[in-house]
């Protein structure tokens, strides 16, 4: 079953068509164009359990499938910005490239974002986008910030006379072992 309520800020739970019709309070939460993207998003009509399904836990899934639920539209966001990177990519394909297209066999349903010609005339390649914080990427390549000393102290607080650092602007990379 499709997630059916909104939370709204407050943690009040509001049937989405009635949020979408209006707000129950005094001031929406999110633009109604936004919102309404956000519910489209939730009304996905697929029998079978999706590739993306069966990487989440069993309950989880189980529980979506099967049990009508509520969202904050808030932590939507970031899905929906990927869901608009990929439609507009889609959009810039031509005949040697594929997208967005989904395979079935008689268990589960995949869709990739790109196949074809996509780097060069030479190779088919196989695409995917990736949607991430840059924070959480140069984490994940090893690079972090570091503190340097600026020789000044604190002059306050329980910090007081201890040395003042400051995170570097550079990107130092980290030693991995
Ligand atoms: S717009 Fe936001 S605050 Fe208003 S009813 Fe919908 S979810 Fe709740």
């Known amino acids: 079953m499709p997630a059916t309520r909104f939370i709204c800020l407050s943690g009040h739970e509001v049937n989405i068509n009635q949020c979408l019709k209006k707000c129950i309070h005094t001031q929406r939460c999110m633009f109604l164009p936004t919102l309404r993207a956000v519910a489209n998003s939730l009304n996905r009509k697929l029998q079978n359990a999706t590739v993306t399904e069966l990487l989440a836990g069993t309950m989880e899934t189980f529980l979506k499938k099967t049990t009508d639920y509520a969202v904050d539209p808030i932590n939507q966001m970031y899905a929906l910005h990927g869901s608009a990177v990929h439609t507009l990519n889609e959009n810039y394909t031509e005949g040697n490239m594929l997208s967005e297209e989904r395979l079935h066999d008689e268990i589960t349903s ?58 570097n602007g550079e990107l130092m990379e980290l030693n991995m072992f």
């Open 110 to 167: 995949g869709k990739f974002d790109l196949f074809g010609q996509i780097l060069d005339k030479e190779d088919n390649t196989l695409g995917d986008y990736k949607i991430t914080s840059s924070y959480k990427l140069m984490k994940a390549l090893g690079y972090y910030k570091i503190d340097v000393p600026t020789g000044e102290v604190y002059k306050t607080g329980i910090k007081k006379v201890n040395q003042k650092p400051k995170k």
